[in-house]
């Protein structure tokens, strides 16, 4: 999932790039650098409010099924 977002942020900023002439191409190209930006953050902040409610509740997991 990840993954997607940094794609759609790439996408977004070489779309930015290569369109310098055309301004509704650049602007759909901010449009997708936004969307891959907030997509980071919510996973970055779910990942983290995971984390948290785990270590406040003193939760150990035995398999790796959440990655950390």
């Known amino acids: 999932v990840f993954a997607i977002a940094l794609l759609v942020l790439f996408y977004g900023i ?4 290569n369109s310098e002439t055309s301004e509704s191409k650049r602007s759909e190209g901010k449009q997708k650098i936004i969307y891959g930006l907030v997509g ?3 996973m ?22 959440l990655g950390f």
């Open 44 to 65: 970055f902040s779910a990942y983290g409010i995971i984390r948290f409610i785990l270590n406040t509740f003193n939760i150990h997991l035995d398999s790796n099924y």
């Open 14 to 17: 070489v779309q930015f790039i």
């Open 40 to 42: 980071l953050f919510v």
